[in-house]
């Protein structure tokens, strides 16, 4: 029962166009939503987060759009660069009994062409 | 400044061999996770800490699994009779603290059990 999921492996997108990764949920009570991106042989690091009370947030080129009725997020890049090629993770955080979890999705693998 | 360390960066065992990994935080970092990534999957949840407080093992996959942070800082996930099963890499990620702020997470160790 995977409550977090990325539907698209891989995704290959010219440099310089936009590149988009979508990722559903099915918990409505995840109150927190992050992308991690991934290098081989590296651990995951922070891109950009979403709290469940918006519906949009930016950080340069990049973009994550919340739609809570529909239970999506979607990260835009743009314009998408070659150092942009990597595995980007999808993961959304609860917070009970003071205790924090994360769950990931499975990712999708972004190529980045020059 | 120092990110977060993991070692042994591979490790092959013989199944039914006993493995300790080690994690080194970012220095204060309260919190404290270990996941597991099986290969072209995401991060699952293993355990997290707060501190020297084990507050959430519901992640571990068997009683064979046994993390602890005794001092608040390093952290050791070990791996009784280990099986190929439990082949992966081993991600550790800290975190400085409430309220919700990002994760770091360190290279990981990969566990091969043949």
């Known amino acids: 029962d995977q409550q977090v999921k990325q539907n698209s492996p891989s995704l290959s997108v010219q440099e310089g166009r936009i590149s988009i990764l979508n990722c559903d949920y099915t918990?409505?009570?995840?109150?927190?939503f992050l992308w991690y991106k991934k290098y081989p042989a590296e651990g995951p690091t922070f891109l950009i987060s979403?709290?469940?009370?918006?519906d949009k947030n930016e950080d340069g080129r990049f973009t994550v759009f919340l739609n809570k009725s529909a239970k999506h997020l979607s990260l835009h890049i743009v314009p998408s660069q070659p150092g942009d090629s990597a595995v980007y993770f999808c993961?959304?955080?609860?917070?009970?009994?003071?205790?924090?979890?994360?769950?990931f999705g499975t990712g999708t693998r972004l190529k980045v062409l020059a | 400044g120092a990110g977060v360390s993991q070692s042994p960066r591979y490790k092959v065992a013989k199944r039914g061999q006993d493995v300790a990994l080690r994690c080194d935080p970012i220095?204060?970092?309260?919190?404290l996770f270990w996941y597991q990534q099986a290969l072209g999957q995401g991060p699952e949840f293993l355990t997290y800490?707060?501190?020297?407080?084990?507050?959430?093992k519901s992640g571990l996959p068997s009683d064979r699994f046994f993390a602890e942070r005794p001092e608040g800082s390093v952290s050791t996930l070990k791996i009784q009779r280990t099986q190929q099963e439990d082949s992966a890499v081993y991600l550790c990620?800290?975190?400085?603290?409430?309220?919700?702020?990002?994760?770091?997470f360190g290279p990981g160790t990969r566990l091969l059990v043949l």
């Open positions: 918990n409505s009570m995840f109150d927190y």
């Open positions: 979403i709290s469940s009370i918006k």
């Open positions: 993961a959304a955080e609860t917070y009970t009994s003071g205790t924090y979890k994360y769950i």
């Open positions: 990620a800290s975190r400085p603290g409430p309220p919700q702020e990002t994760q770091y």
């Open positions: 220095s204060g970092h309260v919190s």
């Open positions: 800490f707060q501190n020297e407080a084990q507050l959430d």
